[in-house]
């Protein structure tokens, strides 16, 4: 995992709840920026962050880790495919999310994933 990715994904573990929206907007951008085999290769971690922060409390992190998974799956395409088991549970619960923008995050995240 490349460094800059480190950073974000150590920052996503964070409590504060401004820190975790930075975070996934910086993972965002990089997962549109890094080349395809940097993104892969974080999808491991990705994946354990996802789930947690996809069941946050707070509306808008739900919100910004399904966008951020939406940027990560643009761009990792097929190699999404062996990590989906882990991550489609909180994807799925996501798109019945009772806040409507985090919930059509999720959607638009698969829908990107599976067009």
């Not at 990560?72 to 019945?96: D, Q, T, Y």
Request: aromatic letters at 6%; hydrophobic letters at 40%.
């Amino acid at each position: 995992v490349g460094a800059e990715f480190q950073v974000v994904l150590k920052q996503l573990g964070k409590r504060d709840t401004t820190t975790k929206l930075k975070s996934l907007q910086e993972f965002s951008q990089l997962c549109r920026c890094e080349p395809q085999q940097s993104v892969v290769a974080t999808l491991n971690l990705w994946s354990l962050m996802y789930n947690k922060l996809s069941m946050d409390n707070d509306n808008r992190v739900r919100e910004a880790s399904h966008k951020a998974l939406r940027a990560c799956a643009e761009k990792v395409k097929n190699a999404l495919g062996p990590h989906l088991r882990s991550l489609i549970g909180c994807w799925v619960a996501g798109m019945c999310d009772p806040h409507g923008p985090a919930a059509s995050s999720a959607q638009a995240a698969f829908s990107a994933a599976f067009p």
